[in-house]
Nanobody, 119 residues
Framework: VQLQASGGGLVPSGGSLRLSCAASGITLKDYSVGWFRRVPGKQSEGVGC????????YYPDLVKGRFIISRVNSENTVYLQMNSLKPEDTAVYYC?????????????WGQGTLVTVSS
């Protein structure tokens, strides 16, 4: 199982960016997928997730109304659309999923993609 996060880059404040989380070795639609971000020296924080049940999405207040998570099953990919970006959104973004099989819980993480928002 591998998750491949991509799409990061440099964007001006107020701009938009779409991150991708592509999976191999597993069917992504069967699992909930979360997006997290980390700034060096700070704890990572969740920026949203998409549930395996009905694709319900959840966002913390700090990104609600600006970030949108979706999945395209035919591409086995989950997307994070980020709008109205702010300099404080600058971070390395990761996608994550948890697989429980035979009673064993495994967490899988994408390798991270850097988003830099210039002021």
């Amino acid at each position: 199982v591998q998750l491949q996060a991509s799409g990061g880059g440099l964007v001006p404040s107020g701009g938009s960016l779409r991150l991708s989380c592509a999976a191999s070795g597993i069917t992504l639609k069967d699992y909930s997928v979360g997006w997290f971000r980390r700034v060096p020296g700070k704890q990572s924080e969740g920026v949203g997730c998409i549930s395996s049940k009905n694709d319900n999405t959840y966002y913390p207040d700090l990104v609600k109304g600006r970030f949108i998570i979706s999945r395209v099953n035919s591409e086995n990919t989950v997307y994070l659309q980020m709008n109205s970006l702010k300099p404080e959104d600058t971070a390395v973004y990761y996608c994550q999923m948890t697989v429980i099989s035979s009673g064993i819980r495994r967490n899988y993480w994408g390798q991270g993609t850097l988003v830099t928002v210039s002021s």
